[in-house]
């Protein structure tokens, strides 16, 4: 069975990739031609979706995973930046490979990572993967806003010259907590000026949100122990963003979660994407993110694992099923946020994120207990049960990168 995310399923279907990796021809079986120089592989009894877009990542923290208990996130934030520290840029490619090879046995053949070492870059353009780089800007003192630019716009050049054919690049100012007001408006300005996609950890935490909205709180002890002053209130975390210049189609919100319904209008009314990752912040205790009021208001919205510093793994299916019930979605609905939404979140959905001619033969196949019910929604519901070790093969480029064949597959 074939899962476009875009048409309706397919039942005995087959699936032609070009030279060049991208999808040549997709339908019925017999519909779709068969060179005679084209190598078949056939899955009995298994399912081919869109590979998966994880749309928040932190794969350069990998070797973190299971290491950070901190119970209070403005611990575990500082937590984290002590762990990173000392670590050589080495390390940070190690882990990040690691990372994108993990990604695949999930399923995961697109990520939005964001970072601020060179490592997610370097594993993506090494092992030919897909993704969205943000090379995070972070400093919360005014005066060393220009030293910042500097180095990040020191750090893009340098992407620019070494990123594979299917690795973007991105900027991403930090979060509130860590990122001076002149510094987001000039990133923001820069990105722009660049024509780079944005993106920004933004109301995550009930912390943030009063560090912003009343200067108190765990992060604002950490800046009067630097000795720099909050900046005046403001009446949210996004809002802020709003009127900095920030927040635009280019924008990508990660989490957002402590919100209210001005901030989903201003949301809508920039036309800023949205990526949830609702495991992490249930990790966390930050609460749940409105799905359903984003999907009412019209806002793109992707699904993300965040790292696995926080959630041990990068099951976006898992991230799915959580979406699901926090919005009483239906399982195609879900799926497509782990697909085509994901795509059209990141700005891609012309490249990836569904089974169309033209874009990229990025394919995930899941074994199936049974037959799969012949009703769509039936299918949908079955196929977002899927565990990991449903999954037989992933395809990036119509290259496979993660395939576990036994009894699944019949390469001819």
Same mark, same amino acid.
């Given at each position: ?7 309706? $399923?397919?039942?005995? @279907? ?40 994880? $749309? ?19 611990? *575990? ?28 046995? #999930? ?12 490592? +997610? ?92 909205? $009343?200067?108190?709180? @765990?992060? $604002? ?22 009127? =900095? ?6 924008? =990508? ?40 009021? #984003? !999907?009412?208001?019209?806002?793109? /919205? ?8 926080? +959630?041990?793994? !990068?099951?976006? *299916? ?59 929604? =039936? ?5 977002? /049960? ?18 576990? #064949? ?7």
């Amino acid at each position: 069975m074939i899962w476009p995310a875009t048409a309706p $399923a397919v039942f005995e @279907g087959a699936l032609l990739v070009d030279s060049q990796g991208r999808i040549a021809a997709v339908g019925p079986e017999q519909e779709v031609p068969c060179p005679a120089d084209a190598r078949a592989v056939r899955f009995a009894g298994a399912a081919l979706l869109p590979g998966l877009v994880n $749309a928040h990542t932190h794969l350069e923290l990998t070797g973190l995973r299971g290491q950070l208990q901190e119970a209070d996130f403005v611990q *575990w934030i500082q937590a984290v930046r002590r762990a990173k520290e000392p670590l050589p840029e080495q390390t940070y490619l190690d882990w990040a490979i690691q990372g994108v090879k993990e990604a695949w046995r #999930y399923g995961i053949t697109t990520v939005a990572d964001t970072g601020t070492s060179d490592g +997610v870059l370097r594993a993506l353009t090494q092992l030919a993967a897909s993704g969205t780089v943000y090379r995070e800007a972070i400093q919360p003192d005014p005066a060393r806003a220009e030293g910042e630019m500097a180095r990040l716009e020191d750090a893009i050049a340098r992407w620019r010259s070494e990123a594979g054919p299917r690795v973007r690049i991105g900027v991403s100012p930090h979060a509130p907590y860590t990122v001076s007001r002149p510094l987001y408006q000039q990133v923001a300005a820069y990105a722009r000026s660049q024509g780079l996609p944005l993106a920004g950890h933004v109301a995550e935490s009930f912390a943030e949100s009063l560090f912003v909205k $009343a200067a108190r709180g @765990g992060f $604002a002890d950490l800046w009067r122990r630097r000795g720099l002053k909050p900046g005046p209130a403001a009446p949210s975390p996004v809002r802020l963003l709003g009127d =900095l210049g920030v927040l635009g189609p280019d924008f =990508l919100a990660i989490h957002a979660v402590q919100v209210d319904r001005a901030d989903i209008g201003v949301l809508r009314q920039t036309g800023s994407a949205v990526v949830a990752c609702p495991r992490s912040n249930a990790r966390h205790g930050h609460g749940a993110p409105p799905l359903s009021q #984003y !999907l009412e208001a019209g806002i793109r /919205l992707a699904l993300g694992t965040d790292s696995v510093a926080s +959630v041990d793994d !990068l099951d976006l *299916w898992a991230e799915a099923r959580e979406a699901r019930l926090m919005a009483g979605l239906s399982a195609e609905a879900a799926l497509r946020l782990l697909t085509i939404e994901g795509a059209k979140a990141l700005g891609q959905e012309a490249e990836i994120g569904s089974l169309e001619p033209g874009k990229w033969a990025d394919l995930v196949v899941l074994r199936l207990p049974g037959p799969l019910p012949r009703k769509p929604d =039936l299918a949908a519901e079955a196929l977002l /049960l899927s565990r990991p070790r449903d999954i037989i093969a992933t395809f990036v480029s119509g290259r496979p990168v993660h395939e576990a #064949y036994p009894g699944g597959a019949e390469p001819t």
